[in-house]
């Protein structure tokens, strides 16, 4: 079991997250607050499981997945590259193959805002319709990015009249709207300003898409040392004792983060699942089959 | 740097604490006697309200400090900004009222990626010969890749001067019959695919902006040379994490081929130094202890290991490392005291840089 902060945060809903009571998974969380660790180590989890897990990136670039699975694929969605092959494939590819460069990709997106991002979420509705695995865990963008690109089929179902755009935008809205489709996991860590933005974001979800929150992930959390008292246990040490110094940090550390994990609980009436910090700075496979475990204890991925 | 530079420039991708870095940065310079305006652009909230900037405006705001500080700052509303670069550039007020209702006008700032980054440019290159300041520190917006910042001007001028529509409204377009007749086939398909609006809107955003490219090229090229000023400094701001760095590598790469060089790495958020295990003489101290001291120690090595790939862009005296702080950065007192961290640590972290 992960070491839990000082002061644990009230349950408001017991209700246990369910890896598999969803097909598509969207992570959603700030920039440098490990969305792409936690994608992976679900990844971990569902294949463990014996299910077929699908992880995409919402951006080009490398990623890392923990191993070579038969039961794990990988792909990228980065909007402009899916509006261009959209393009291409309807037609626009005879007549310009440099559709890029001539920047009429840059165009069309400029003045359908959004086009780009309602192709990437169309091209998930696909997968999640076709049943290409059993779960597809979407690495979506920075929470900010993310919300537009929520809100979007919304605001194109209007806009576009008749067309292929018209039908995709339906389609994806009734799988936003399913919850046995789809649900979103956040993922913060437990500071202020993360937290902070991790409950706009959250809030306004709600209000914009009437998603609710299915899991509330909170990463780099660093062991507490009160399990048995620690303020008395560095009673009698030498203040400029390394060790000393180190508990006062650990301590004044657990202290801010067990207040912030208990407003991102208040807030999202979940009970959080801790990710324990690993003291690395790259993940190997090892550390993601231990946190796969820790995880695994505190959330339901039964096959 | 803090002394002599103009012109300071905080790099980085989202998350890595740019904005404080930058507000900590002209902190310390106005102590100096710098005369000093932050430029920011969506910062956190909490440090917004330390700064007194909580609402967009595009005018300068003096900081209240209790020394009295010539530290101001400026939270950068792109809008506003291309709002008045269209202003400035358009050659009468008629082309001022048809860029402004144009839908694709209104979409352009939060949809076409690199517009945010020209606009801070361009407040850069507005304050730059503002004589109240004589040092500006400029927090770039949050982008995926930092380098998008440097190639802003390219991206903006490449969407306004784009070919196709370019052809289509030129005057002169008969003479080019085959060409416009492939255009006319291009159009109609797209207005099959996406909608007929789309093409009369962009046929009318090209048709107002006609004639104004060459204002904002010039434009551009004056932030270039301002960039490639000794006086302009390029601070690249990490944070401990692989992919963090990663990027600032990338990003230091890139910056030759725009003939800059980065003057000094600031690295966020370090597991500050206790002190080795072995040096503590206390026996009985509990076994949780140990264990606590021995994994942040741990963390600091893998952090340093991570760090000291940067040695190939910068010498170990221009890498500062700030030590993470149990509390978040959020009022005047605690940028000031990351500040003071930076100061320190170019004598007392530098040197560990190298596990």
Known sequence: MPRTASVGPKVHKPAVFDLFSQRVLVIVGKGGTGRTTVARILADIGTTAGKRVAVIAGTSGTYNLAKEDPLLSFSSLEPGEVLISYLNEHGLGQLGKRLSSTGLASIISTAIPGIADLLVLAKIKQMEKSEAADLIIFDAPASGHFLRLIATPKGLADIAAAGPLKKQSQEVLEMLADPKRLGVAFVTIAEETPVKESIETMEQLKRTSGIEPRVLFLNSMLPSLDKNGGENDILGLDPHSPVYRAARYTAARAASQSRFEELAAKAFSLTPVEIPLVPTVELNEGDVAHLADVIRSQIKATP | ?355
Request: aromatic content about 6%; overall charge negative; glycine content about 6%.
């Open chain 2, 1 to 355: 740097m803090l002394e002599s530079s103009k012109v300071i420039i905080c790099i980085g991708t989202g998350g890595v604490g740019k904005t404080t870095t930058a507000a900590a940065l002209g902190y310390m310079a106005a102590k100096a006697g710098r005369h000093v305006c932050v430029v920011t652009i969506d910062p956190a909230k909490r440090l917004a309200d330390a700064m007194g900037i909580s609402e967009l405006n595009n005018t300068p705001r003096k900081i209240q400090t209790s020394s009295d500080l010539d530290l101001w700052a400026v939270m950068l509303d792109p809008n506003s900004t291309f709002d008045e670069l269209v202003q400035k550039f358009a050659t009468s007020p008629e082309q001022v009222e048809k860029i402004f209702h144009n839908s694709i006008y209104h979409n352009l700032t939060e949809n076409l990626s690199g517009t945010q980054e020209y606009m801070a440019m361009e407040k850069l290159h507005e304050l730059a010969s503002d004589s109240r300041f004589d040092l500006l520190v400029v927090d770039t917006p949050p982008a995926r890749n930092a380098i998008e910042f440097l190639n802003a001007p390219k991206r903006l001028i490449g969407f306004l001067e784009n070919r196709v529509f370019k052809l289509l409204i030129s005057p002169t377009q008969s003479i080019f019959r085959p060409v416009t007749l492939a255009t006319r086939i291009l159009l109609r398909t797209i207005s099959k695919v996406v909608g007929a609006q789309v093409v009369s809107d962009a046929v009318e955003f090209f048709q107002a902006f006609e004639g104004m490219e060459a204002g904002f090229k010039e434009r551009a090229a004056e932030v270039q040379n301002l960039l490639a000023q000794d006086t302009t400094s390029f601070v690249l701001v990490t944070g401990t994490h692989k992919d963090t760095i990663d990027e600032a590598l990338y990003f230091a790469s890139r910056l030759d081929e725009f003939d800059l060089a980065v003057d000094l790495v600031i690295s966020n958020r370090v597991t500050p130094a206790f002190g080795e295990i072995e040096s503590d003489p206390q026996p009985e101290t509990p076994k949780e202890l140990m264990e606590n001291l021995d994994f942040l120690v741990r963390l600091r090595s893998a952090e340093l290991t991570q760090l000291s790939r940067l040695s190939d862009v910068i010498s170990g005296d221009r890498h500062i490392l700030v030590p993470l702080l149990p509390h978040d950065i959020g009022s005047l007192g605690e940028i000031q005291e990351i500040g003071e961290l930076m100061v320190d640590s170019a004598s007392t972290y530098v040197n560990s840089v190298s596990p």
